[in-house]
């Protein structure tokens, strides 16, 4: 079982930067592909970014891409979300998934575990 802890969220004004992290409890986490997705009020919890296992495949909602980076430190267990120009409407609650595999990517279905999130709110 993995647990997943994500953190770094909070308050913001537009064009700020946020850095989210998740940190996992797995001593495998190294051999699984993470995911951000997001969920705004009212809204479906969509693809924000994923990073496989290695590193060397990310992908990117075209929504974030020039703006936000995935990236992980396999040494610490760590994936992060560093969130650059921030806009009104990237205020959503923040989920890391993982899994021990993926086939699609940006289908949350796909990933065996998420953590509880933590909220980002942008104001203008």
């Known amino acids: 079982q993995v647990q997943l802890v994500e953190s770094g969220g909070g308050l913001v004004q537009a064009g700020g930067s946020l850095r989210l992290s998740c940190a996992a409890s797995e001593r495998i986490f190294s051999t699984y592909d993470m995911g951000w997705f997001r969920q705004a009020p009212g809204k479906e919890r969509e693809f924000v970014a994923s990073?496989?296992?290695?590193?060397?495949?990310?992908n990117y909602a075209d929504s974030v891409k020039g703006r936000f980076t995935i990236s992980r430190d396999n040494g610490r267990n760590t994936v992060y979300l560093q969130m650059n120009s921030l806009k009104p409407e990237d205020t959503a609650v923040y989920y890391c998934?993982?899994?021990?595999?993926?086939?699609?990517?940006?289908?949350?279905?796909?990933?065996?575990?998420w953590g509880q999130g933590t909220q980002v709110t942008v104001s203008s």
């Open positions: 990073i496989n296992w290695s590193g060397g495949s990310i």
């Open positions: 998934h993982a899994a021990n595999r993926v086939t699609v990517v940006a289908a949350s279905e796909e990933y065996e575990y």
